[in-house]
């Protein structure tokens, strides 16, 4: 991965304004990426796109390679002829900066079983054909998606180890009936995908046609409730009862004395090594079709990760267990000739993960509000920064620049308002400038920072089950004057 000096923003397409109760790829989205390009920025940074399940996340999605129906823009679809105008009268009054999820959820299902009900009778032997040639080569994972969601739906959206253990154990002859059966609703989820990436892909390559790379996310971990682990259960430690044996998480630390409890099921390496990494091969080819880059969240873990025995109450138990490492990434460069990934390299870092990272020449990252706990020499303060990096003010599961200075220590605050010659009243502005000017290749911001937004804005807080990645932006927010800023910054600092 070659780097040179670029600058972005994150913002995750839930996080557009719209009429729809949530972002999504339609109008919007395009004057997002008009208002990138007018900054001078070449970077557009994002959160996974898989359909969110539990709490909304979208680190915990239905499976690794569908994409968000959500996500999918109504407006286009009214221009593409699947909806007309009487589908909008009963469209409900929704707040404007915040996601109601369940709201939202709500009126995009409905929306799109009447797009889906258009589309069958539609007369476009084009839209057809189109949408048989995309099932045709997604066959490799949309037909096992399409039937755990339709599953999924007919068993009231329970999660997989609750169906009849028939579906449960995908016997042929019970899949082949239930198939026979809801073919309406296998279908009917297919077509969303079919949607979603047609609408991703005119997006991506609006994007490249402004200068714009996006950069994606890739989690290390999959949902259990996911059609990847219904699926593949071979690849995972799964019991007889298809449960999980073990599960992922972090140990006990500064930050959390009993660890955190993720719950994911873990990889059985062994079996992905046999398959010549096939799974993940797939995967990451999946995503960079989407995205330019991707983020390899927690990389640690595929040097060592913490193995913590289902059913424990938290993380405090369990022990590390070796990772895939450099077998698993020369596998991946092998086939990918090359590795568009960004290391997240963050937590607790041992030498066999900054071996792992630089065997390959990944960039790993760099968060600013980390850099003013201890001394000059803290890595994360900008003139300690290698140029092999990505730097951010801070992240999705970070306050916000605002909010982390109102409530971090007075001992924090003083060294970094010297580090910045700041005296803390912009100090969104002072620490974005920073970033900047530092010799990071790629520099990141969350639109929240650059708006100067405090923790009622933030996205994300780690461990909280529900009430997060509902923020949103107002259109009136991407002014020109910031705009006219922001390509100052690029302008001073090569970027």
């Known amino acids: 991965m070659t780097l040179s000096r670029k600058s972005g923003i994150l913002l995750h397409p839930t996080s557009l304004p719209g009429p729809d109760g949530i972002g999504d790829l339609g109008p919007e989205c395009y004057r997002w990426m008009d208002f990138l390009h007018g900054c001078g920025c070449s970077l557009w940074q994002i959160l996974p796109l898989g359909p969110t399940g539990f ?19 109504p407006t286009l679809l009214l221009e593409e002829r699947l909806l007309n105008r009487d589908d909008f009268l009963d469209r409900p009054n929704f707040p404007v900066e915040q996601v109601d999820f369940g709201a939202a959820i709500t009126w995009k299902t409905t929306i799109l079983d009447r797009a889906f009900s258009r589309f069958k009778k539609s007369r476009s032997t084009k839209l057809h054909q189109q949408y048989q040639d995309f099932c045709r080569q997604e066959a490799g ?16 959206g329970g999660s997989w ?23 309406p609703v296998v279908e009917k989820h297919k077509f969303r995908q079919f949607i979603f990436f047609s609408q991703w892909q005119r997006i991506f390559e609006y994007a490249h046609a402004r200068g714009i790379q996006i950069i994606g996310d890739i989690p290390i971990f999959i949902a259990y409730d996911s059609a990847d682990a219904w699926a593949n ?14 599960v992922a998480g972090v140990p006990p630390d500064y930050f959390s004395p009993t660890g955190q409890l993720w719950g994911n099921p873990l990889y059985r390496w062994s079996a992905h090594k046999r398959q010549g990494y096939a ?13 330019d880059f991707a983020r390899l969240d927690h990389f640690r873990g595929f040097a060592g990760f913490w193995e913590i025995p289902a059913g424990m109450p938290t993380a405090e138990i369990g022990r590390w267990v070796k990772g895939p490492g450099k077998n698993f990434l020369s596998a991946i460069n092998r086939t990918l000739k090359g590795l568009p990934i960004i290391a997240e390299d963050l937590g607790l870092i041992t ?4 071996d792992l990272r630089d065997s390959f020449h990944l960039p790993g990252m760099k968060i600013l509000q980390f850099a003013f706990g201890s001394t000059p020499e803290d890595p994360f303060l900008p003139h300690n920064y290698p140029f092999n990096c990505v730097a951010y003010t801070g992240t999705h599961d970070n306050d916000t620049t605002r909010g982390w200075y109102e409530s971090a220590p007075e001992i924090e605050k003083n060294l970094c308002r010297r580090y910045l010659a700041s005296s803390g009243e912009h100090i969104h502005i002072d620490m974005i400038r920073e970033l900047w000017k530092s010799p990071a290749a790629f520099a990141i911001g969350p639109l ?35 705009q006219r800023w922001v390509k100052e910054l690029n302008f001073l600092y090569s970027r």
């Open 351 to 354: 030498p066999d993960v900054i």
């Open 448 to 482: 929240q920072d650059f708006l100067g937004l405090g923790s009622e804005s933030r996205m994300n807080y780690p461990g909280r089950p529900a009430g997060n990645w509902s923020w949103r932006y107002l259109p009136c927010q991407l002014s020109p004057e910031l």
């Open 161 to 183: 180890d609750g169906w009849p253990v028939e579906l449960r154990l995908r016997l042929p002859e019970a899949l082949s009936k239930f198939s026979a059966e809801n073919t």
């Open 233 to 246: 259960p071979e690849l995972f430690f799964l019991g007889k009862d298809s449960r999980p044996t073990v």
């Open 279 to 291: 799974w993940w091969i797939k995967r990451f080819m999946s995503v960079l079709r989407t995205v």
């Open 55 to 73: 709490g909304d996340s979208p680190y915990q999605c239905f499976s690794a390679f569908a994409g968000n129906p959500y996500l999918i823009s």
């Open 141 to 156: 994972w949309l037909d096992d998606f399409g039937l755990f969601m339709a599953i999924k739906e007919v068993h009231g």
